[in-house]
């Protein structure tokens, strides 16, 4: 037996509810590989599945997790053997399929990447979903050109956390920052992670008079969406990319195509879910060799599984800073 965090439903209400309890390797859904998990996160997405509504989730009991890094204990499959670090995000895992907040998890082959060196568990549940969402937007824009020469890049979101790790990475690989936030006192986080300056969200947050403003940003590492990803794209650089990787402030888009057609722009989507394993491999590798690990260490909140309806309860909210990474043996 093993402790999970379970997501119940009650059949005639319809409330859902979380509490740890003890399950066994014959309740885990089906998969080719069973993983000694050592270490999860704490996404919005688990938020949803963890609260009174349900959210994502698909079936009941459940259990969350959108993300998961530990040992090889068992395998089906010639790729992987017993002892080997793994680590997964993404595939609907923790929404369809049960996710992470265990201490094992049974999940397909396909949906694994070898830990590369350089990365231990730990350290890959502090980057999680958010961090690689930040890679796979940083890795788009410089496929579309962008260099560290070219101008500022805007990270909006920024104290989130992929706006957290964007930051961080982009500064590291020498990139001038301007990081959004609509908190003052997020300023110094923000600078500690290489943020070269400060845009509140007010300034961003007015909805579009004119569908072309003066040239400002080289690229753009979008958390937010809707109105302020249509603000922005007025003040984009010609040639310039926005990556877009999320939806926080709506998924309609009041903007023109005129920023496309009179300055080339790109506006690049970035899912995390499904990526083609090699685009997966890369980027994680990418992570190993260019993520600076001390300012990672700066965004962690470690958590146990008895904590997360709280705090799945607070990011909903708004009230998690940074990486909340979850010890799911603690």
């Not at 080997?84 to 049974?106: M, N």
């Not at 599984?305 to 309860?313: I, K, W, Y």
């Amino acid at each position: 037996m093993f402790k999970a965090l379970m997501v119940e439903k009650d059949a005639e209400s319809g409330k859902t509810s979380a509490s740890v309890t003890e399950i066994g390797l014959e309740d885990l859904p089906e998969g080719e590989v069973t993983v000694a998990v050592e270490y999860s996160t704490l996404n919005y997405k688990d938020g949803l599945c963890i609260g009174p509504g349900g959210g994502l989730v698909r079936n009941y009991p459940h259990v969350p997790g959108i993300d998961f890094a530990g040992t090889v204990e068992s395998s089906q499959d010639p790729r992987y053997a017993p002892g080997d670090k793994v680590v997964l995000t993404g595939w609907r895992v923790g929404e369809a399929h049960w996710g992470g907040y265990a201490q094992k998890a049974r999940v397909r082959a396909d949906w694994l990447v070898p830990l590369p060196e350089g990365l231990d568990t730990r350290q890959a549940m502090a980057v999680g979903t958010a961090g690689f969402t930040a890679m796979l937007a940083v890795m788009a824009l410089e496929d579309h050109g962008l260099t560290p020469g070219r101008g500022p890049v805007l990270v909006t979101g920024a104290a989130g956390g992929v706006g957290s790790v964007a930051t961080a990475l982009l500064a590291h690989l020498g990139y001038e920052v301007a990081a959004v936030t609509g908190r003052p006192e997020q300023e110094g986080y923000l600078r500690d992670l290489g943020a070269a300056r400060i845009v509140p969200r007010e300034e961003l947050a007015e909805t579009v008079k004119r569908p072309l403003e003066s040239e400002t940003w080289a690229g753009c590492v979008d958390a937010v969406g809707g109105a302020m990803l249509a603000r922005v794209l007025g003040q984009m650089a010609y040639g310039g990319s926005v990556a877009a990787v999320g939806l926080a402030g709506g998924a309609q888009l009041p903007a023109t195509v005129v920023p496309f057609l009179l300055r080339g722009i790109s506006l690049l989507g970035i899912d995390s879910v499904m990526q083609p394993f090699d685009n997966r491999l890369r980027a994680w590798r990418r992570i190993a060799g260019d993520l600076p690990m001390d300012k990672l260490e700066e965004m962690i909140r470690p958590a146990t599984l008895a904590e997360l309806p709280a705090l799945g309860e607070a990011i909903l909210k708004g009230q998690v800073k940074g990486r909340v990474v979850v010890d799911v043996n603690a």
